[in-house]
C-alpha cells in the first residue's frame, strides 16, 4: 500500500469528518445502517478477521457491501481524531469517491 493510494482515501475522510458526514465505530456504523442514512460501508486494512465476518453480516441485512480502504485504523485515528476499523459516510458524494479509490486500490493489488 503506497502513499499514492493512501493519501486521496485518508483526505477524503477527513474532509467528511469536517462536513459532518462520517462515522465511525462498530455500534454507531451499525445504528446508522438501521436508520438508513449509511451510503457507503468500508473497513481498515487492519480490522480483524472476526470484526470484518461481523460487518459483512450486518451490511448484507442492510443489502449493503463493505469495501476495503488502503488504510490502517492508525491512520484513520490521526485523520478523524479517532480509532476505528470500521467506517461509514452518510453522503453519497463522499461514499462514492471512496467507493472509487478502494476499488481502484482492489484493482492495483490484483494486478502485482
Same mark, same amino acid.
Request: contains cysteine; positive net charge; proline residues 3%.
Given at each position: 500500500?503506497?502513499?499514492?493510494?493512501?493519501?486521496?482515501?485518508?483526505?477524503? =475522510?477527513? =474532509? %467528511?469528518?469536517?462536513?459532518?458526514k462520517l462515522i465511525l465505530g462498530f455500534d454507531k456504523v451499525a445504528e446508522a445502517m438501521r436508520s438508513g442514512e449509511?451510503?457507503?460501508?468500508?473497513?481498515?486494512?487492519?480490522?480483524?478477521?472476526?470484526?470484518?465476518?461481523?460487518?459483512?453480516?450486518? %451490511?448484507?441485512?442492510? +443489502?449493503?457491501?463493505? =469495501?476495503?480502504?488502503?488504510?490502517?485504523?492508525?491512520?484513520?485515528?490521526?485523520?478523524?481524531?479517532?480509532?476505528?476499523?470500521?467506517?461509514? =459516510?452518510?453522503?453519497?458524494?463522499?461514499?462514492?469517491?471512496?467507493?472509487?479509490?478502494?476499488? %481502484?486500490? +482492489?484493482?492495483?493489488?490484483?494486478?502485482?
Amino acid at each position: 500500500m503506497s502513499n499514492a493510494v493512501q493519501q486521496p482515501e485518508i483526505s477524503t =475522510l477527513s =474532509l %467528511a469528518r469536517r462536513a459532518g458526514k462520517l462515522i465511525l465505530g462498530f455500534d454507531k456504523v451499525a445504528e446508522a445502517m438501521r436508520s438508513g442514512e449509511v451510503r457507503g460501508v468500508f473497513y481498515s486494512t487492519d480490522l480483524s478477521e472476526k470484526s470484518r465476518k461481523e460487518l459483512c453480516f450486518t %451490511a448484507q441485512k442492510h +443489502q449493503m457491501e463493505p =469495501l476495503p480502504l488502503a488504510v490502517t485504523m492508525e491512520q484513520v485515528e490521526h485523520a478523524c481524531g479517532k480509532r476505528s476499523g470500521v467506517i461509514a =459516510l452518510s453522503d453519497q458524494g463522499f461514499a462514492k469517491k471512496l467507493c472509487e479509490l478502494s476499488r %481502484a486500490a +482492489q484493482l492495483q493489488e490484483q494486478s502485482r
